[in-house]
């Protein structure tokens, strides 16, 4: 007999567990992206944006215990990915004003693969009839999507210009 098909309920738990492993990345990685910039305003920004990964750390730890499981990672590659790509670029380009527009860029990409897997998560917990878990997705989602369009701004003004 083969095993019984995995569920949406799988799918959920498994997509939660990349995502913590992917907050915890992130939560380690942005203090060095802020040690790393030359814009005042960009490492603001990084160093704010650490402060909500905290919560989103603690809000997907909510979610595992709605759903009654132990908070768990999976080595998320995507992430794994986009922290590598940010430190060639912290690497190669020390000492350059693009340097500034790299990690940006990194940073975006990060936000982009955040709100893609909360947008997700939302929607399979709604299916799932797990409406707490939804709300407490949606309130990271709303942080993210704010921290992306934060950076587009400071992309179009500061860092940009200093890459010039
Ligand atoms: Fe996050
Ligand atoms: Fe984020």
Known sequence: MSKAPKKLEDLFHNTLKDVYFAEKKILATLPKMAKAVNSAELKKAFEKHHGE???????????????????????????????????EITDEYKGSPALDAGLLAVAQAVEHYEISRYGTLKTWAKELGHSDAAKLLDATLGEEKKTDAALSALADTVVNQEAE
């Open 53 to 87: 990964t905290e919560g989103h750390v603690t809000r997907l730890e909510q979610v595992f215990d709605i759903i009654d499981k132990k908070p768990q990672t999976k080595t998320c590659d995507a992430i794994m990915g986009i922290v590598k790509e940010g430190e």
